[in-house]
């Protein structure tokens, strides 16, 4: 699924959607994103050595997972973060990077969902985490 396939899933629009391409593969979602060194992100994090936040890792590990949830999540449901767990950096992701994820969703008691997932570059281990978001209704401001 590239970017414009994966809108139909995720609310998240232009620098906010950091995932390129995923695919679903016996219910783990593999997703890519490219680190071009321009995303907003890196912006003074650090001047000179940029380098993606941790917190945007864990990001693109939960819009991975996501997809895992098809296009019933579309429409005017909206997936909010509600815990991170055992969250674990290993591995700085750097410009010129391609950061690589594998997610899956662990349980589900609606409207909370507990997932898991890593995160890699060149197949070296940069983050590994648990996580859980709960699915709401979008209200429109």
């Avoid at 997972?65 to 999540?73: I, K, P, R, Y």
């Avoid at 010129?96 to 969902?113: A, H, L, S, W």
């Amino acid at each position: 699924m590239n970017r414009e396939e994966i809108k139909n899933i995720l609310p998240h629009r232009d620098d906010m959607l950091l995932l390129d391409e995923v695919v679903l593969i016996d219910n783990i979602a593999h997703g890519k994103k490219k680190i071009t060194g321009e995303e907003f992100f890196l912006n003074g994090h650090f001047p000179g050595n940029p380098v993606v936040p941790g917190v945007i890792l864990c990001e693109i590990l939960a819009q991975s997972v996501c997809v895992c949830m098809g296009e019933s999540l579309g429409g005017n449901q909206l997936p909010f973060f509600t815990g991170l767990d055992k969250v674990k950096f290993r591995n700085p992701v750097v410009p010129g990077d391609v950061f690589e994820t594998e997610c899956e969703i662990t349980k589900v008691r609606e409207p909370f969902y507990f997932a898991k997932g890593k995160g890699y570059v060149n197949g070296k281990l940069c983050v590994s985490a648990e996580f859980s978001f709960a699915i709401t209704r979008r209200t429109e401001v």
